[in-house]
């Protein structure tokens, strides 16, 4: 996944004037590496993959090599939130079941990424859930079962319009269980002529209601008539807006309209002149739509996305799956160890971004964990970041979460340490974090690993033997440094992000090959310095 690398801020740069391909141009070719033994016949801990759909179920050469070298897949993007959930909150599961299909056919451990993570979300969707305004506050319509008035009329309503002639439509009181739905009195109003387009020729209005201009509101009530093909609708003075015509039948239904008022002082009338019937009409309401909004106020909500979202996809893939990435990057990188929130996170407004932990805090991490082990109390539940050996106040931050998260009740049973890193990433560093983290007693999967060589951010590179020997290097030290630190008990596995240098996110048109393989699929000298790093026994 996409983020910024420190160290040397590395950042990819996804065009580039000039592209080269391996071995053509600038790229200084190198013997092929000849070293024929997969990776998963050395390895004592599952060895991973990330493959995508292209690179595992349609690029032939690359799914040859995933299958021969590796005993484990995690899915690069088709377990993602915005690969499985639609704009409109449905679930679409064919792809990810088409992956699952084939992994499980060629032998392959599959780890899921990801139940809980800000970004390649729905966050419009979820955004517009937690905005959708209801009804709410007081009835700001005085008098709204009619039960005030006397024999003949109703206080704080004026009869405006009584059919042609005037005096044809009777707008009398209703009354017994047959006429009225709650309390003792309804309006009735009896119109024995059809006016067609004309509705309002039988009229009655409300008192002025006081309404703040701009503000939306839910105008309700409830109606029937004494036959079928009843037709009513509202409208509104001294501004006029129009409702819809409405049919009514013989059944109390429940009518709404919203309106964005336009006045401060606003009658809403009924018109009934369309249709020529009997209608009883009872229990008015004008409510000001109030917006959830509010970090508090959204809590609940939030809470129910969050459970209903893992634990469908969890629920899913139950079986099949040998672990979870529950929670992916909480963390923010400034300042570094806080825990995400619409502030310390870059566009988080935009339509692809959901920042769980703005409304959920420190409850986020017990919340998903335990929706994800009731989902599935198989699969081994990991929370995931980056950074982590190079920042020290994040991976802090972590341990300490997950410590607090622990005691709370929370099934945690490993971390992951992505390793996006650099030839020039420092060694101390990627020791000491490994070292903490064994401390911790969980699981350790390197999660994502790649290693970057473009150290100047150039946007191409010549991938000379010299920065092909140094990456080797580095592959070699990182996979024996996790086996020097971590014990075999606590070795989750390694995965590396990708298969071939141009299926890399960090690849950039020629920008750089972190890899271990070629995008011919040949090997480069890193594949034999991580099997050599297996080889080693430790």
């Not at 970057?452 to 440094?481: C, D, H, R």
């Amino acid at each position: 996944m996409k983020k910024k690398i420190f160290g040397c801020m590395f950042v990819v740069l996804m065009a580039s004037s000039c592209k080269k391909n391996p071995g053509e141009g600038g790229n200084t070719p190198t013997p092929p590496v000849v070293e024929s033994v997969p990776l998963k016949s050395i390895a004592t801990f599952p060895i991973a993959v990330a493959g995508s759909n292209g690179s595992f179920m349609t690029n032939a050469t690359s799914s040859m090599i995933l299958r021969r070298d590796f005993n484990g897949i995690t899915f690069e993007n088709e377990m993602k939130n915005n690969a499985l959930v639609n704009s409109t909150g449905g679930y679409n599961f064919t792809a990810a079941d088409a992956m699952v299909t084939a992994a499980q056919a060629a032998n392959l451990q599959i780890h899921g990424h990801v139940l809980a993570w800000h970004s390649q979300a729905q966050g419009a969707y979820y955004r517009s859930i937690l905005n959708a305004a209801s009804p709410g506050g007081p009835n700001l319509v005085q008098n709204p079962g009619f039960e005030n008035g006397n024999s003949n009329g109703f206080d704080n309503f004026s009869v405006f319009n009584t059919g042609n002639p005037a005096g044809s439509a009777t707008i009398t009181v209703g009354s017994g269980t047959d006429e009225v739905r709650s309390g003792n009195r309804s309006m009735k109003v009896i119109n024995p002529t059809a006016y067609n387009t004309e509705q309002w020729r039988v009229q009655v209005a409300t008192d002025p209601i006081p309404l703040t201009v701009g503000k939306q509101y839910q105008v309700s009530y409830w109606v029937k008539a004494a036959t079928a093909n009843g037709s009513i609708r509202l409208s509104t003075q001294p501004s006029p807006l129009y409702q819809a015509d409405q049919n009514i039948g013989t059944n109390w239904q429940q009518v709404t309209w919203l309106i964005t008022a336009n006045e401060a002082q606003t009658r809403i009338l009924f018109d009934m002149g369309r249709n020529s019937n009997t209608y009883f009409i009872d229990d008015v309401s004008v409510l000001e739509l109030i917006s959830a909004g509010g970090t508090s106020n959204n809590y609940a909500t939030v809470d129910s996305l969050l459970k209903t979202t893992v634990q469908e996809i969890a629920g899913h893939f139950k079986g099949k799956v040998r672990g979870w990435d529950v929670i992916n990057e909480m963390f923010a990188d400034n300042p570094a160890g806080a825990i995400r929130n619409n502030t310390n996170t870059a566009n988080a407004a935009n339509d692809d971004i959901f920042v769980w932990s703005e409304y959920l805090g420190r409850d986020f991490g017990v919340k998903a964990f335990n929706y994800a082990a009731a989902a599935d109390p198989a699969a081994k539940l990991f929370i995931n970041d980056y950074n982590l050996e190079f920042s020290s106040a994040k991976l802090d931050s972590l341990i300490a979460y997950v410590a607090e998260i622990r005691s709370r009740g929370a099934k945690v049973d490993g971390i992951g340490t992505q390793m996006h890193v650099n030839i020039n990433t420092s060694k101390t560093q990627i020791d000491n974090h490994f070292i903490k983290l064994a401390a911790t007693g969980l699981l350790v999967h390197v999660s994502e690993l790649d290693i970057g060589v473009n150290t100047s951010n150039a946007t191409s590179l010549n991938f000379t033997p010299a920065l092909e020997n140094t990456q080797a290097e580095m592959y070699n030290y990182i996979i024996t440094s996790y086996m020097r630190h971590v014990p075999k008990p606590q070795r989750y596995g390694v995965t590396i992000w990708g298969l071939l240098d141009n299926q890399s996110w960090r690849f950039g048109n020629g920008a750089d090959y972190p890899l271990l393989y070629n995008p011919s699929g040949t090997k480069k000298k890193a594949y034999e310095a991580v099997l050599n790093a297996l080889k080693s026994g430790l």
